[in-house]
């Protein structure tokens, strides 16, 4: 195959897809220009692999989105995520338009092997949704958000992000669970679990879904609901991204009224010891209807910190005040924005608290008691520096989440009363692995009082990490694994490995 005729198809695919300026247009010219005829990848098990210019050409034609190789505009934007510390290099990049493109691009990585990474939100903090050499599937131009108020059902393409989920349904006096930053993934956030400002109410996003459409490795699309491959719809709500690629979600949607009373209260970092005894004395007897978030941190380039609670009162505004009255006899605080507020207005108020323009690393694990020493182990370790950030946050369970059986999903955490988290920041001038290994060591204050840990906020872990956590539910899962990806095509991921 001529290397002037892929160039040509390339530019037409590009032209058609976006319609860029001359200036854009010239741009993509001279990136395409120095590409080699063929293209170097890795397997996922990290051997070296050459595509051949044919080949690659073929998947260019097979779709009506966009192949982005390096060099070609688009290429850098789609190889980032929100963590600036993860700086990978896919071999190729497909930004689908829909399932089509997604059958095309799991099929051309299957039959060759390759490294899969999936990309929806970017807010894998491990850099799960980009890889080294691989093929990423970019999601970022395959969102949409569709509601039909009598069914109460919302229909979500596989790359949504959560704030077009909440605008969509808000319009119709609806909602569903969906985390508490409106730029996340609506895929990454509901296969691991799906926390939110609703969640103890009305339970986690993946307890909401009714029905996925996935490609699976085969590069089959599948429905998976309750009476449609009911073990796949099972694996889903909680297994990850270890079974394909999501191209369609339905979410079960529950009226509730446009405003909440919700926002923080903040205090000095001095007062952090009450605030989290505070914190531990009424996390788990809350109503289902109140949220309420711990959260400490510090800034880099700064010495002290703050420490604050944060809350979204869903219920009867008439019993607002009743509930949160609690909260300001801790002490004087710093400062205070609790308000009635437009549920979508909250649920995009700390958008702005993760732009993550600097490296970072996170670690975490589910809480099932919130004894007194516990709030010694944080209060005592939490540190400032001015070379680094860190923060230390508690997401608020329970309430409904806690009373779905443990295996009626693959999620199996429903006894915890809140999922725990530490960060470590850093300028990205400076080297990554000092601060990882604070990150680390300082995790060992806490990793005692918690039981499993998140598999959105997946580290590197083992096999029989990764079957402990999933608490009895494991065995099923590589049952399901087996079935639908024998191979372990997507393994990036709080990895559940194939038997056979």
């Not at 990848?41 to 097979?62: F, H, I, M, P, R």
């Not at 963590?83 to 039959?111: C, K, W, Y």
């Not at 609690?326 to 207005?345: C, L, S």
């Not at 323009?357 to 005592?380: C, H, M, Q, R, W």
């Amino acid at each position: 195959m001529k290397r002037r005729q892929f160039i040509q198809s390339s530019i037409a695919a590009t032209v058609a897809t976006s319609l860029p300026t001359a200036q854009a247009i010239a741009s993509a010219l001279a990136a395409m220009s120095e590409v080699s005829g063929d293209v170097n990848a890795v397997t996922g098990a990290g051997a070296q692999v050459t595509l051949e210019q044919a080949a690659v050409k073929e998947l260019s034609d097979s779709l009506r989105g966009r192949l982005l190789l390096p060099g070609f505009d688009g290429y850098e934007a789609a190889r980032r995520v929100l963590n600036a510390s993860i700086d990978r290099h896919p071999a190729l990049i497909v930004q689908p338009s829909g399932a089509a493109d997604i059958m095309q691009a799991v099929t051309f990585a299957r039959e060759r092997d390759l490294l899969v990474a999936v990309k929806c939100g970017g807010h894998s903090y491990g850099g799960k949704s980009t890889c080294d050499g691989g093929l990423q599937i970019d999601l970022s131009t395959f969102r949409s958000a569709r509601v039909d108020p009598a069914s109460r059902t919302a229909y979500i393409a596989g790359g949504s992000l959560l704030g077009e989920l909440d605008h969509e349904a808000m319009a119709q006096g609806l909602v569903t669970t969906a985390g508490t930053v409106s730029h996340t993934g609506v895929g990454g956030l509901t296969l691991g679990g799906g926390f939110g400002r609703l969640a103890r109410r009305f339970g986690l996003a993946l307890d909401n879904v009714r029905a996925f459409e996935i490609v699976t490795a085969d590069g089959q699309l599948r429905r998976a609901s309750p009476t449609e491959n009911p073990d796949l719809y099972w694996a889903l709500r909680g297994g990850g991204g270890n079974f394909g690629v999501v191209t369609s979600f339905e979410f079960a949607l529950h009226p509730m009224q446009r405003e909440v009373i919700g926002g923080g209260i903040v205090f000095p970092l001095e007062k952090m010891r009450d605030v989290l005894a505070f914190y531990a004395d009424h996390v788990q007897a809350a109503p289902d209807e109140l949220y309420l978030d711990f959260m400490a941190t510090s800034s880099i380039g700064k010495t002290d910190g703050m420490c604050m609670l944060h809350t979204c009162w869903s219920g009867a505004a008439a019993d607002a005040d009743k509930v949160l009255a609690p909260m300001y006899k801790i002490g004087k605080p710093i400062n205070e924005d609790i308000k009635a507020i437009n549920y979508v207005a909250i649920q995009s108020s700390w958008d702005n608290t993760d732009p993550r323009n600097s490296g970072e690393y996170l670690k975490s694990g589910f809480i099932n008691e919130f004894p007194g020493t516990l709030v010694d182990a944080i209060a005592d370790n939490f540190e400032t520096f001015a070379d680094r950030g860190t923060t230390f946050f508690f997401q608020h369970s329970g309430g409904a989440i806690g009373r779905v059986p443990a295996d009626a999903t693959a999620f199996a955490h429903r006894k915890s009363i809140a999922n725990m988290f530490a960060i470590v920041e850093w300028p990205l001038s400076e080297p990554a692995d000092s601060f990882i290994e604070y990150g680390r060591a300082n995790w060992k204050n806490y990793a005692p009082f918690t039981d499993g840990w998140y598999t959105n906020e997946v580290d590197t872990h083992s096999v029989q990490s990764v079957n402990s956590n999933y608490q009895g539910n494991y065995e099923r899962l590589v049952k399901v694994k087996n079935r639908y990806d024998p191979t372990n095509l997507f393994r990036l991921n709080a990895n559940v490995k194939p038997t056979i």
